[in-house]
């Protein structure tokens, strides 16, 4: 499987926050790096081995396209084709949690909202 996934490699630029130390080695290893479908086999392969009465699994690291420096690559891998193959290769997924340094923002405030302004429309003269 190793071999596979080292065949597979296409390294991908990487936007990893300057202030935080790369401890992970994620510039090298990210998920990003590797066919998709290699690294859910892994995933499942591991699973198969490792695991025993376990009723869930928590699944790290995944889902990194924001990381990607360019935006085609970004577009590329959609955090739904993520998905979706997660729950092919390894079952139903029950929870989903993002861990950033920035927030994500589900609704826009009032104050942000940015209307377009038309031009009055000219009054007909009599």
């Known amino acids: 499987m190793g071999r596979k ?9 990487l936007d990893l926050n ?3 130390k790369d401890e992970f080695g994620e510039s090298e ?8 479908l290699l690294v859910m086999e892994l995933i499942q392969q591991t699973i198969r081995e490792k695991r025993t009465n376990q009723k869930y699994i928590l699944l790290e690291g ?4 924001r990381k990607l420096q ?3 690559e970004r577009l590329e891998l959609r955090h739904m084709d993520e998905m979706f193959g ?3 290769t390894i079952g139903e997924v029950v929870s989903v949690i993002s861990f950033t340094f ?3 923002k589900d609704y826009i ?3 942000e909202i940015q209307y377009e302004e038309f031009p009055e429309p000219e009054q007909p003269t009599q």
């Open 5 to 13: 996934l080292l065949a597979s490699k296409q390294v991908k630029e």
């Open 18 to 20: 300057s202030n935080v």
């Open 29 to 36: 290893y990210s998920s990003v790096h590797y066919n998709l």
């Open 62 to 65: 995944l889902c990194n396209n």
């Open 70 to 72: 360019n935006e085609d």
């Open 86 to 88: 997660i729950e092919n």
């Open 102 to 104: 920035n927030l994500d």
């Open 109 to 111: 405030e009032e104050h």
